[in-house]
């Protein structure tokens, strides 16, 4: 069986990237560092890591660049690290497509409880139950269970951990309405951090772009005003 994939931690602090790193290994992840954002983008390509865990203020090329680079052609889940820890910077984080997003200063053993917590939600949380066929289906949408993918009609539907499980939860629902804090505990259970209502709104908006669809005029996501969101049935 080959080695997991390394997590890459990405920030310009010698001290922090020796700290996670210890902690990471700890815990036995094997881990590649880089200083600044396009050495970051570098190590990525060279090592297709599992997760990244990339800080906000960064040289060369600051985390927001790195993360909107990295989603132009990859899933791959992040943790957002900032010393800014203002709504507007983690709505910023999200809405580039970060994973999850934990303000310095940090303790370490969180940083493990949340990376833990987003590779199960990338990896291990969208499995096939006994009678699963293995797939979903939402008009022209089918999500393949076995390899976590998506496809619209013939077109694969690149979304990261958390827009796949959203998007299996609203299914899942069949129609129901499903509230913003039972969204919040459907995807970030055990781990989830300073989650707020706004946090699911941006998923849902970058699930819709991804799928082609539209919140006046929805094909797939409903949005129901005062209450949440639900699937728009065929």
């Given at each position: 069986m080959q080695p997991a994939a390394p997590i890459l931690v990405v920030d310009d602090d010698a001290k922090i990237l020796a700290l996670v790193r210890t902690y990471l290994e700890r815990e036995g992840f094997a881990v590649v560092e880089a200083g600044d954002g396009l050495a970051a983008l570098v190590a990525a390509e060279a090592h297709s890591p599992q997760l990244?865990?990339?800080d906000l203020m960064l040289p060369e090329l600051d985390g927001i660049g790195v993360l909107h680079r990295l989603r132009a052609s990859s899933g791959v889940p992040v943790l957002m690290l900032s010393a800014r820890?203002?709504?507007g910077d983690r709505i910023a984080g999200i809405a580039q497509g970060a994973d999850?997003?934990?303000?310095?200063p940090f303790s370490p053993a969180e940083l493990v409880v949340r990376v833990h917590a987003i590779l199960r939600r990338s990896g291990g949380d969208v499995v096939r139950r006994p009678g699963d066929r293995g797939e979903l289906r939402l008009g022209d949408v089918r999500v393949d269970l076995d390899r976590h993918e998506v496809w619209r009609g013939d077109q694969l539907v690149p979304l990261t951990g958390v827009e796949l499980r959203l998007l299996v939860t609203l299914i899942?629902?069949?129609?129901r309405v499903l509230t913003r804090d039972v969204l919040i505990d459907s995807l970030y259970a055990g781990g989830g951090g300073d989650v707020f209502d706004r946090t699911i709104d941006v998923h849902v908006r970058r699930l819709r772009e991804k799928l082609g669809d539209a919140a006046d005029n929805p094909r797939y996501?409903?949005?129901v005003r005062g209450a949440g969101y639900r699937t728009v049935r065929s």
């Open positions: 990244v865990v990339l820890g203002a709504t999850d997003y934990l303000p310095k899942e629902a069949d129609g996501v409903a949005t």
